[in-house]
């Protein structure tokens, strides 16, 4: 069992960046591919950024390209998601999820399905 904690979400102005972290319980961290997701209020769950478990490979959504970047601490077992040049549009509650599936790696590691822990969530709000 994992147990995953968001923090560093909050209140921000367009243009301006936050960086969300996630806490992951247990000694087996590194064998875990992370992800971030989001939800606007009233819209699907969308991915957001992924991290293979070998921290060489990171994927991202189209809609954060070159502003958001992923990235994990397995020392720390800490995943962060390094967000830049926010926009209103980025406005979600933030959920980080792990994958211990032998389905969460590449590509795949966009889907919901292959994650089987998930943190409870943190606001972004970006106010224009």
């Known amino acids: 069992q994992v147990q995953l904690v968001e923090s560093g979400g909050g209140l921000v102005q367009a243009g301006g960046s936050l960086r969300l972290s996630c806490a992951a319980s247990?000694?087996?961290?590194?064998?875990?591919?992370m992800g971030w997701f989001r939800q606007a209020p009233g819209r699907e769950r969308e991915f957001v950024a992924a991290?293979?478990?070998?921290?060489?490979?990171?994927y991202y959504a189209d809609s954060v390209k070159g502003r958001f970047t992923i990235s994990r601490d397995n020392a720390k077992n800490t995943v962060y998601l390094q967000m830049n040049s926010l926009k209103p549009e980025d406005t979600a509650v933030y959920y980080c999820?792990?994958?211990?599936?032998?389905?969460?790696?590449?590509?795949?590691?966009?889907?919901?399905?292959?994650?089987?822990?998930w943190g409870q969530g943190t606001q972004v709000t970006v106010s224009s």
């Open positions: 247990g000694r087996t961290f590194s064998s875990y591919a």
């Open positions: 999820a792990a994958s211990k599936s032998v389905l969460g790696v590449g590509v795949s590691l966009q889907r919901g399905y292959v994650y089987d822990y």
């Open positions: 991290i293979s478990r070998s921290d060489i490979s990171t």
